[in-house]
């Protein structure tokens, strides 16, 4: 009978942490998610990280990906934590949501040169080449004003042909620029935006909807924790990010 007892007890116990472990799934997303000689990085990484490490949730794998395979994963598979996610109506109820950490800018960018390019409204946007990044909200922003948009997986192609001409406007972050640009050797004084696209949206990051109860509130009290000890508004200020 006690043998029997211990085993079960050792099975609540298996259970228990199997319960309190996760994939965290971030998207390739300068400044807030990225790899640097194969290392992780980025504002979004630093704060998972904190939490991580403050709520003591033990990871199992995290993964770097471009966005719509690391979307996919997050809102298809239980105990998952996904960011950089913008929260928007069609996606409320796919996740817990943890923040909002920051604000969010969208824009509509050329290249400083091109003066033959004259934006005024959306229709003047579609006179032109637009690139956006497959599955963004950004994206859906410029669906929803009649812009059909050249797809691209990830921001850096995007920037790289803006740069090289190939097409005439990206939909983008300006942080996202910024970092990019730079990483491209080019100044971003390089670049001018002819129309806010969005700031109506905040980012956040989202654990799959079955997530542990124990692991949301687990998150949940961690990143309360770092707004009020500062934590969290030095690492945006690091990133020089605008948060709540």
């Known amino acids: 009978m006690k043998q029997f007892a ?3 007890t050792l099975c609540m116990m298996t259970w228990f942490l ?11 997303f300068p400044p807030f998610g990225y790899e640097i000689d194969g290392e992780r990085a980025g504002m979004t990484t630093e704060i998972v990280n904190y939490l991580v490490e403050d709520s003591g949730v033990q990871v199992n794998k995290w993964y770097i990906a471009p966005w719509a395979r690391a979307f996919a994963e997050g809102k298809s598979k239980p ?4 960011y950089t996610v ?9 996740f817990h949501w943890i923040g909002p950490i920051c604000d969010r800018s969208i824009q509509v960018y050329k290249l400083k040169t091109r003066n033959d390019i004259v934006v005024n409204s959306w229709e003047d946007v ?27 997986s990830t921001l850096k192609q995007l920037v790289k042909m803006l740069i090289a ?5 990206i939909n983008i972050l300006d942080s996202s ?22 700031e109506s949206k905040q980012f956040y990051i989202a ?3 079955n997530t542990s109860p124990q692991i949301v509130e687990s998150f949940q009290k961690s990143f309360e924790t770092m707004k009020k000890n500062g934590e969290l508004q030095k690492i945006l200020s690091k990133y020089k990010l605008t948060g709540q």
């Open 6 to 8: 211990l085993t079960i």
């Open 18 to 28: 199997v319960a309190q472990s996760i994939d965290i799934w971030g998207e390739i």
């Open 79 to 82: 105990n998952t934590l996904l």
């Open 86 to 94: 913008t929260r928007k109506p069609d996606r409320e109820d796919l």
């Open 126 to 152: 579609n006179n032109y080449c637009v690139g956006s990044l497959r599955n963004a909200s950004s994206t859906e922003t410029l669906e929803s004003h009649d812009v059909i948009p050249e797809k691209t």
């Open 165 to 169: 001409n190939r097409i005439d406007l």
């Open 177 to 198: 620029l910024a970092y990019l640009a730079n990483e491209e050797g080019v100044s971003m004084s390089e670049f001018e935006s002819v129309m806010v696209a969005d």
């Open 207 to 209: 654990l799959n909807i």
